[in-house]
């Protein structure tokens, strides 16, 4: 696809990110060496997706443990860096959580703190293809026979992962089965990562496609025109609230008033145990000029302000299926991803 499996590798050179806000008329390579690259390659979104994030925030640690031994940086800096590091995109879940698997690994050295970064890369391409084929046998034993009509937003592909994709996995895996007759892609504004990246994504797995206006999908759904809606996320709450990209909610909406699924693909790392419901998920808020301009230009009045969420949070009831990597969630059913029990823990 890019030279990468997925968003991200490791290599003789270290951390190495494809610029995905090159995509998709140039692939660049980023070559990270240090924190202030990273993340500023986070930051503006050069690497994104949740179990990406949750990649990099392992393999993080490693660059952190690099550049402190050529700077020399005490103890409290290096803790100071790997919190910074953690807590740069607030929503997503697994960045946090890649950095906490290995960090109590520290004392041990770098190799040990790059073997575990490196397993939880293994672990995710393989967890990936788990979470393709059981989105896809969920989606063909509820649905007739026949090619399928299919919505996403956003990313939740190779680009979002370490190879294969969440959401955008599961369609790809019923394309290997030979099921979809075609799949409608959602812009996602105001970055585009539907139509830069999904559909570069789809039409590298030469899967048939259609990127529509964000404002469409409702509208396509409410009129018969989709079997199921698709979607990745960055993070689950203990009682099934799923937050995604922001648009994500008015497909729930219309994908229940339409009675199809409404599916969600997600590794088990996005599921927030100490999270108990939606309104505790912190929604990142983005620059306003994301919204106000549009290649560097600006759009809007220069008087005109810019309310620019990136996430917006998708309420339980919603949901038909929470899929991971190790289970089918059936929300819909009342089954919750943290029984009250274990939250409580």
């Known amino acids: 696809m890019n030279g990468l499996d997925g968003a991200l590798a490791w290599s003789e050179h270290g951390l190495e990110l494809i610029d995905q806000t090159k995509l998709p008329h140039d692939v660049q390579i980023l070559h990270i060496e240090s924190m202030d690259q990273l993340r500023d390659a986070i930051?503006?979104?050069?690497?994104?997706?949740?179990?990406?994030?949750?990649?990099?925030?392992?393999?993080?640690?490693?660059?952190?443990?690099?550049?402190?031994?050529?700077?020399?940086?005490?103890?409290?800096?290096?803790?100071?860096?790997?919190?910074?590091?953690?807590?740069?995109?607030?929503?997503?879940?697994?960045?946090?959580?890649?950095?906490?698997?290995?960090?109590?690994?520290?004392?041990?050295?770098?190799?040990?703190?790059?073997?575990?970064?490196?397993?939880?890369?293994?672990?995710?391409?393989?967890?990936?293809?788990?979470?393709?084929?059981?989105?896809?046998?969920?989606?063909?034993?509820?649905?007739?026979?026949?090619?399928?009509?299919?919505?996403?937003?956003?990313?939740?592909?190779?680009?979002?992962?370490?190879?294969?994709?969440?959401?955008?996995?599961?369609?790809?895996?019923?394309?290997?089965?030979?099921?979809?007759?075609?799949?409608?892609?959602?812009?996602?504004?105001?970055?585009?990562?539907?139509?830069?990246?999904?559909?570069?994504?789809?039409?590298?797995?030469?899967?048939?496609?259609?990127?529509?206006?964000?404002?469409?999908?409702?509208?396509?759904?409410?009129?018969?025109?989709?079997?199921?809606?698709?979607?990745?996320?960055?993070?689950?709450?203990a009682n099934g609230d799923t937050a995604n990209k922001v648009g994500s909610v008015g497909l729930a909406l219309a994908a229940a008033d339409a009675g199809i699924p409404f599916v969600v693909a997600a590794p088990e790392s996005t599921i927030d145990a100490a999270t108990g419901d939606g309104l505790a998920i912190v929604v990142e808020a983005r620059d306003e000029a994301e919204v106000l301009s549009f290649a560097g230009l600006r759009v809007a009045p220069a008087g005109s302000r810019a309310v620019n969420p990136a996430f917006d949070v998708t309420p339980a009831r919603l949901v038909t299926v929470i899929v991971t990597d190790a289970r089918t969630i059936h929300v819909a059913r009342g089954e919750r991803p943290v029984e009250p029990a274990e939250a409580a823990r």
């Not at 949740?50 to 940086?73: F, M, N, T």
């Not at 370490?162 to 979809?180: P, Q, S």
């Open 43 to 237: 930051d503006r979104l050069a690497v994104r997706g949740a179990p990406a994030l949750g990649a990099v925030g392992a393999l993080g640690v490693v660059v952190a443990l690099d550049q402190a031994a050529r700077e020399g940086w005490a103890d409290d800096r290096l803790a100071r860096e790997l919190e910074a590091l953690r807590t740069a995109r607030p929503t997503a879940v697994n960045l946090a959580w890649g950095v906490d698997q290995v960090r109590p690994l520290v004392p041990q050295g770098r190799a040990a703190v790059l073997a575990a970064a490196l397993v939880i890369v293994d672990a995710d391409q393989r967890g990936n293809r788990e979470m393709g084929r059981r989105g896809a046998d969920f989606l063909e034993a509820c649905l007739p026979a026949g090619p399928l009509r299919l919505l996403t937003h956003c990313n939740s592909g190779a680009l979002a992962t370490t190879g294969w994709g969440t959401g955008l996995g599961v369609i790809k895996e019923l394309a290997v089965r030979g099921r979809i007759d075609h799949v409608l892609v959602d812009e996602t504004r105001p970055l585009l990562q539907g139509s830069r990246l999904t559909a570069w994504e789809l039409a590298g797995a030469d899967i048939e496609h259609a990127v529509i206006p964000d404002s469409a999908a409702a509208g396509l759904i409410l009129a018969g025109k989709v079997d199921a809606v698709v979607i990745g996320a960055d993070r689950i709450a």
